[in-house]
Each structure stands twice: as structure tokens, then as C-alpha cells.
């Protein structure tokens, strides 16, 4: 069946060995796995958030620090069979809390069929939809039985820059439509049923501060955000100005502050310091964004 997993509906035949945009081909393709603990608190819980890093990606960010597997593809073929082993091994064996499914767009219908003998096994975890928010509503709608937990970022607010640093077209219609899907959802498990992350980019605050706007205005302010300022130089960005550089302290605390302006209070910040990327807690202690949490 012709694919149309993403906003691009490229329609490569991947069951005869054809590929679209993101060179996804006929078997979910994995980078690694396990048990992971620098995800938002309530994602990760005493024995981490299970955590399964699929190859390819639908977007092709100039900065992507995980370019050997989404630009490049490294990782392994696997058949649903040894994917299934791998959900169990993190329900079972390492206890996490949930199954993370990161990157997963491209493989969808192959992680609903790995997962489907070991639910009705009674083997269960919430699932956390794990993407660069660049989404198909139709998909998300088709899939909904994977996001108990919709983990999306909302990268950009103008679509000149998702194009030119993620070549994403129509970037931003998508990912606020599949931002307002999950806001909409009644809550399945104990996790929230929405989180979103900004990443601070280079040279583009102002981006920021006009999705926490939007977010603020058209949802609510009480939708869980997370601040990021770990932005690194990486792959293409190295040549490629404004992202060539780290974001500044005074361009990451202009975000945190507009949080605290929209009434943000829900979620999390990062501290500024590349060497300590821990989460402190919005409100009280968001001021200048260096708080740990303990």
C-alpha cells in the first residue's frame, strides 16, 4: 500500500522496495532501545521510560544531533516478531514505565502489530507518541490506540524556517493540528496526555515565544510545556548560520520569561548550562532558568 504515514504522503510502494522522503523501507528499523532517564518526570518513573529509537525520520533537521540513524538510517532491520521481544524485554524485564515510541511515524502499523500479542497477553504499558510534531491528524486518529501520551515538539512558528532547517513543508499547520488533537483527549493513564517541547533554536527565540503564544491563546496555559535550552551545533548546522552557535543565555531566558508572562506554570524548564540538563519546575523557580531538580 502506498505510504502516506506523514504530512508528505509521498506514496512509495515500501512493500516492493521503494522509498519516500525518510528511505523507510519494508521492516521497522531500530537504532537501540531501553530503559530511559532523561525524559519530563512523569514519563520516567523509577526504572525509566522504555525507550525504542526507531531509524529515519520524516523531518531532516540541518542540526540533528541524532543524524547517524535518522539522516543516515544506521540501525538494524528487524522483523515485528523481534520487536515484539523488544517491547516485552521493557515491560517485563526492565519494569519501565511506559513504551517511547521515538520517531515511530514511519513504522506505525508494523509497532501496532508487535505490540497486539502482548496486550492480549495482559502484558501492558502507556504509550508515548514521541515525534517532532510534524503529524497527519488522519494518522494520529488511524493510530490512536499508540499515544496515550502525545510527546510532540512544536519547533518553528514560521513555516521559511521549518523549511529551510528541517525541510518540513507546512511545518506549522501540522504540528499545532496535531498539538490541538492531543489537547483534546481525554486523559487514558496516569501520564498526561499532552506534553510539548520547545527547543530553543539559535538565532530564532522569537519562534519560541510565538508558539508559546499560540499555545497560550488557542489552548491553554495550563498544557504541560518543556523548555529546552540544550541546543548543540551538530551535522549540517556547523556550517550553516545562526545554527552554527549555542543558543545564548539572554535568548533562552527571553523564552522563559514569555512563559512566565502567558501564565505558563505546568512543565519544565532546562537549566542553561550545556553540562547539567536538568529539569526544574516551572513558576517559582523559572526565573533565569538554572534550577535542578533534586
Known amino acids: 500500500m502506498p505510504c502516506e ?27 537501540r532501545w531501553g530503559p530511559h532517564f532523561g525524559e519530563e518526570p512523569p514519563l520516567v518513573g523509577p526504572h525509566g521510560s522504555g ?55 514511519p513504522y506505525l502499523p508494523f509497532i501496532r502489530e508487535a505490540a497486539a500479542p502482548l496486550l ?23 493510530y490512536a490506540d499508540l499515544c496515550d501520551t502525545a510527546l510532540f515538539d ?15 513543508p507546512n511545518y506549522v499547520a501540522a504540528a499545532r493540528a496535531a498539538i490541538r488533537w492531543a489537547y483534546g483527549r481525554t486523559r487514558r493513564t496516569d501520564q498526561p496526555p499532552l506534553i510539548v517541547r520547545i527547543l530553543v533554536l539559535p538565532g530564532h527565540a522569537e519562534e519560541a515565544i510565538e508558539s508559546l503564544a499560540w499555545l497560550a491563546t488557542e489552548l491553554s496555559p495550563q498544557i504541560p510545556v518543556s523548555l529546552m535550552s540544550q541546543f548543540t551545533p551538530a551535522y549540517r548546522a556547523l556550517e550553516t548560520p ?4 549555542k543558543v545564548t543565555p539572554e535568548e533562552y531566558e527571553s523564552v522563559t520569561e514569555a ?6 506554570e505546568n512543565g519544565w524548564i532546562q537549566s542553561y548550562e550545556a553540562a547539567d540538563p536538568a529539569l526544574a519546575l516551572l513558576g517559582e523557580n523559572m526565573p533565569g532558568g538554572h534550577g535542578t531538580v533534586s
Do not use: H
Open 5 to 31: 504515514l506523514c504530512p508528505r504522503r509521498c506514496r512509495a510502494d515500501r512493500a516492493s522496495g521503494a522509498v519516500g522522503f525518510c528511505r523507510a523501507g519494508a521492516l521497522p528499523r531500530v537504532f
Open 51 to 105: 525507550c525504542v529509537f526507531f531509524s529515519r525520520c520524516t523531518m531532516k533537521c540541518l542540526y540533528c544531533q541524532n543524524s547517524p540513524w535518522s539522516w543516515n538510517g544506521e540501525g538494524e532491520d528487524i522483523p515485528v516478531a523481534r520487536l515484539t521481544e523488544i517491547l516485552r524485554e521493557l515491560a517485563v524485564k526492565d519494569r519501565c514505565s511506559n513504551w517511547n515510541l521515538v520517531s515511530p511515524t
Open 120 to 142: 492480549a497477553e495482559g502484558v501492558k504499558l502507556p504509550f508515548v507518541w514521541n515525534s517532532s510534531g510534524y503529524e497527519s491528524v488522519e494518522m494520529l486518529e488511524a
Open 154 to 168: 512544536l519547533r518553528y512558528s514560521r513555516d521559511e524556517t521549518a523549511r529551510a532547517a528541517s525541510a518540513a
Open 242 to 245: 545562526p545554527f552554527n552557535r
Open 259 to 264: 512563559a512566565t508572562d502567558f501564565g505558563f
